[in-house]
């Protein structure tokens, strides 16, 4: 039992970067929305899954086989809104 309690400790502890920086996210997207265009906002917004793509690759070691899609999608969005 107490090995299963640290084992999950340790998850959340993985967690918890990503977890913060997904707050400040919410938080840098709130504030942006009365500062400039909703037009320049979203297309900023729709890059989050590269970044919480990127940084789950960096903290959680995870591989992603579904990236290079990821990055085309979001090349499109980007030179559509500019």
Do not use: D
């Amino acid at each position: 039992m107490r090995c299963v309690v640290i084992h999950l400790l340790m998850q959340y502890a993985k967690l918890l970067p990503l977890a913060l920086i997904h707050m400040l996210g919410n938080v840098f997207t709130n504030m942006s929305l009365g500062k400039v265009a909703v037009s320049f906002t979203h297309t900023i917004k729709a890059m989050e899954p590269f970044f919480s793509v990127l940084l789950s690759a960096l903290f959680l070691g995870a591989v992603i086989g579904w990236f290079t899609p990821l990055l085309g999608y979001l090349s499109l969005k980007v030179e559509s809104s500019i």
